[in-house]
């Protein structure tokens, strides 16, 4: 079997499943279309997790990451996955190592600043503008590629719309992908029937596990530039992280901070 005895860590949000666009005014919020998306982002995710066990995959952890990290009804899962779930835990994929084959991210998001991308936003649609890692600007995708990539694991699949897929193929061209949705505004979209993006998922884990040797690691060089824009200018000032000599990110304006940290693990 293609992937006998491997190990696979799946991030999940909910924003870039199928048939999810939220709620005018107020994103995916916490009404009908959060209920579904819940339902759905579970669905992409065990569909995943299913054809890695039929392949041979040894463990599969479904991390639930949207939010504060209690989203899915976990009984939709199958019985064989582990599950990741809830807050207060530092860092990104917990207990993830050097024993992992691959990452995948389904259900993810286009950046902020994606125009007419479905959901678009970076961490939090209300607080920041935009991040800036090596002077390139970054989404939640490519943070989490990087921390993944410091247990040396690479992105092997992304599953969302096509603001979102455009962005993972330029970020990890070598990783399998599967469009859900196409954007129409950031809360519009045309999108594919759920049962058929699951199989489209499945089909795509298929691909992935006959050409696992190609995949790779996106690192940033260090030590690493931060430069984090807000959209309020409360929200910059009071803002906390620390650099590498030890002080909170200097103000470049109002909106703004940036410096020098030693490493992407100390952005969360």
């Not at 390139?136 to 921390?147: H, L, N, P, S, T």
Request: proline content about 3%.
């Amino acid at each position: 079997m293609l992937l006998e005895g491997k190990k696979f860590y799946i991030g999940v949000d909910c924003e870039g499943a199928a048939c999810v666009v939220g709620e005018p005014g107020t994103g995916l919020g916490r009404g009908e279309q959060y209920q579904f998306a819940r339902k759905q982002a579970a669905r992409e995710a065990n569909a995943a997790a299913q054809e890695l066990f039929e392949l041979g995959a040894e463990e599969v952890i479904v991390w639930d990451n949207h939010g504060m990290g209690c989203n899915f009804d976990y009984e939709q899962l199958d019985p064989r996955v582990k599950i990741a779930l809830g807050s207060g835990h530092s860092g990104r994929f917990p207990l993830l190592d050097e024993s992992f084959a691959g990452v995948m991210f389904i259900g993810y998001h286009a950046r902020e600043n994606t125009p007419g991308a479905v959901l678009a936003h970076t961490y939090s649609s209300k607080a920041f503008q935009y991040y800036k890692l090596n002077g390139r600007e970054v989404g939640e995708m490519e943070i989490d590629a990087a921390f993944a990539a410091l247990k040396q694991v690479p992105v092997v699949l992304c599953s969302s719309d096509d603001c979102c897929i455009r962005q993972a193929r330029e970020s990890f061209p070598w990783a399998e992908t599967v469009v859900t949705k196409q954007s129409l505004s950031w809360t519009s979209a045309v999108s594919k029937h759920p049962a058929a993006v699951c199989e489209e998922i499945r089909e795509a884990v298929r691909r992935m596990a006959g050409r696992l040797p190609e995949m790779k690691c996106y690192c940033f060089s260090t030590p690493l530039s931060v430069e984090i824009r807000f959209k309020r200018m409360e929200e910059a000032a009071r803002f906390q992280m620390v650099g590498k000599d030890g002080k909170k990110l200097a103000l470049t304006d109002a909106f703004t901070r940036s410096g020098i940290i030693d490493s992407v693990r100390d952005l969360l």
